[in-house]
């Protein structure tokens, strides 16, 4: 089974970009199944049902989220309906939506988990750790492959949860930070990992915001208002191959096109 993890999608612009790029990159490393986070995808915060629906339609089979997964009230009228779209697992408890899914694919039951960190995260969470145990322990025996999508700020955080993980699932990926790490690994238990898949989204940009008023931040230290960066893009993302037999990762590969 060959997974396809692709990073942030930033703005229409990247969406633009990973549908054109998608279908080529899918049929050229004979991808069977695809993750996208989407969390960025609606003017660089949040995602609308259009928009959702436009992800699907060029070939992903399941749509994570993030700390942005509420920035587009849109959100509310269709994320309980929709069983593709996953938003982080640790949220508090009783708001809408899932934070996992579970898809069958090649009669293979895929299992989608998404969480977010809680270093400089600025969300109030529940701890990611003890959350993906408790939804592992439910999903024992009754899926085949097991993917987790973490979207946290802090490596050090992202790497302690691929330890954590490692022999427990059959892939861990890093999102969030918008810039793809070159760590990608299977660790010594058979689980996939990298720290960051990086971006979908504009190449002169300061992760996906426009250069010129991000500068200004940093050099004024005024809250000056991010702006969507536009331009050339780029798809990143990285494709994890998991063994039929024993549901561990045999290869990790990163993807920037």
């Not at 660089?44 to 629906?53: F, P, Q, R, S």
């Not at 009754?142 to 946290?152: T, W, Y």
């Amino acid at each position: 089974m060959r997974i396809l993890a692709l990073g942030d999608i930033v703005g229409e612009n990247g969406l633009k970009k990973a549908s054109e790029v998608l279908p080529e990159l899918i049929k050229k490393e004979q991808i069977d199944f695809v993750i996208a986070n989407g969390e960025n995808v609606a003017g660089g915060m949040g995602i609308t049902h259009k928009l959702y629906k436009e992800i699907l339609k060029m070939g992903v089979d399941v749509v994570t989220m993030g700390n942005h997964t509420w920035a587009k009230k849109d959100i509310f009228s269709f994320i309980d309906e929709e069983e593709r779209l996953v938003r982080p697992a640790n949220y508090s408890k009783g708001l809408p939506g899932k934070g996992y899914v579970t898809v069958t694919c090649k009669d293979k039951k895929i299992a989608v988990i998404n969480l977010i960190g809680r270093t400089e995260m600025n969300v109030l969470s529940e701890n990611p750790f003890i959350k993906v145990d408790e939804i592992i322990k439910q999903l024992q025996e009754k899926v085949d492959i097991i993917m987790v999508d973490f979207h946290a700020e802090a490596s050090a955080e992202k790497i302690a949860m691929g330890y954590h993980l490692d022999g427990k699932v059959s892939a861990m990926f890093g999102t969030h930070t918008h810039v793809q790490t070159a760590d990608e690994i299977i660790l010594e238990k058979g689980t996939g990992y990298i720290t960051d898949i990086g971006m979908t989204g504009p190449v002169t940009s300061v992760i996906g915001m426009e250069v010129e008023a991000s500068l200004k931040r940093f050099e004024t230290s005024l809250p000056e208002r991010y702006k969507l960066a536009e331009g050339k893009c780029s798809v990143c993302g990285c494709i994890f191959e998991i063994d039929d037999e024993t549901s561990r990762t045999i290869e990790v590969k990163r993807v920037k096109v």
